[in-house]
């Protein structure tokens, strides 16, 4: 798969989840868990790539224990299926969100560098090019549901 059809993928998928998601049960506990959890500004695309990644929506106790896991900076992959790679997607937008920690943490934990995870934490929208970027130097690929 080229770069042309992995943008093209994502941007399909990506307006597939934020037509469906933002309704959804999983959305709305989180949004009712916002002050809780630390991450309260994650956003829809985050349980989209988690969605994507799973290749289906999530069950119930699957979205309480995925804010559990990064509560406590365990990889999703601790408490969901995951397929290799997805995790470190998903690591990344997770983090992104998380206030309490630094550039330097986030580098660390998603084991890229400084600069590839500014490009995403700065960008003003989700940055799908910058996010497959940071999988490809890692050596994965995003793993993403038919549409």
Same mark, same amino acid.
């Given at each position: ?6 943008? $093209? ?25 916002? $002050? ?26 699957? &979205? ?7 509560? *406590? ?19 990344? *937008? ?7 920690? &630094?550039?330097?943490?986030?580098? $660390? ?11 995403? $934490? &700065? ?5 799908? &090019? ?18």
């Amino acid at each position: 798969m080229d770069q042309a059809q992995v943008n $093209e993928t994502l941007q399909r998928l990506s307006a597939q989840l934020n037509r469906t998601t933002s309704g959804s049960p999983a959305f709305r506990q989180l949004a009712a868990q916002e $002050e809780a959890i630390v991450f309260a500004d994650l956003d829809v695309h985050a349980w989209g790539f988690l969605q994507a990644a799973l290749g289906r929506p999530l069950a119930a106790g699957e &979205t309480a224990a995925v804010i559990a896991a990064a509560s *406590r900076d365990q990889p999703i992959s601790s408490v969901l299926p995951l397929a290799a790679g997805a995790d470190t997607a998903l690591t990344v *937008r997770v983090l992104r969100h998380r206030r309490d920690w &630094t550039q330097a943490h986030l580098a $660390e934990a998603a084991r890229v560098s400084v600069a590839q995870v500014q490009a995403i $934490e &700065t960008a003003d929208a989700v940055d799908l &090019t910058a996010l497959q970027s940071v999988l490809v130097a890692l050596g994965r690929h995003l793993v993403v549901a038919p549409a």
